[in-house]
Nanobody
Framework: QVQLVESGGGLVQAGGSLTLSCAAP????????MGWFRQAPGKEREFVAA????????SYVNSVKGRFTISRDNTNNTVRLQMNSLRPEDTAVYYC????????????????WGQGTQVTVSS
């Protein structure tokens, strides 16, 4: 079992920035491809960004390209999502996820999930 702990959510005005962090204490973090997903009220869970186990590959949903950046630090067992130029439509609960075999946007292929952190963007 891999425990993922997210932090960094909050309330921000449109145009502002937030950085989400996801930690996996005590695990060999570099074994996992990592992803960020989000879910807004009444909507399905949506892929946001993914990063391969070594950090050499990243992918993003089109709506966040150029605004969000995913990165990882395998030495400190953390993955981050830097979010700039936030919009009200980015409001959602953001989830960190880990997969031993999948890199990309299929949420069903991620085996481990954090509890989620709320991001609210006011207009």
């Amino acid at each position: 079992q891999v425990q993922l702990v997210e932090s960094g959510g909050g309330l921000v005005q449109a145009g502002g920035s937030l950085t989400l962090s996801c930690a996996a204490p005590g695990r060999t973090f570099s074994n996992y491809n990592m992803g960020w997903f989000r879910q807004a009220p009444g909507k399905e869970r949506e892929f946001v960004a993914a990063i391969s186990w070594g950090g050499g590959s990243t992918s993003y949903v089109n709506s966040v390209k150029g605004r969000f950046t995913i990165s990882r630090d395998n030495t400190n067992n953390t993955v981050r999502l830097q979010m700039n130029s936030l919009r009200p439509e980015d409001t959602a609960v953001y989830y960190c996820a880990a997969s031993t075999h999948h890199y990309g946007g299929s949420f069903r292929e991620y085996e481990y999930w954090g509890q989620g952190t709320q991001v609210t963007v006011s207009s």
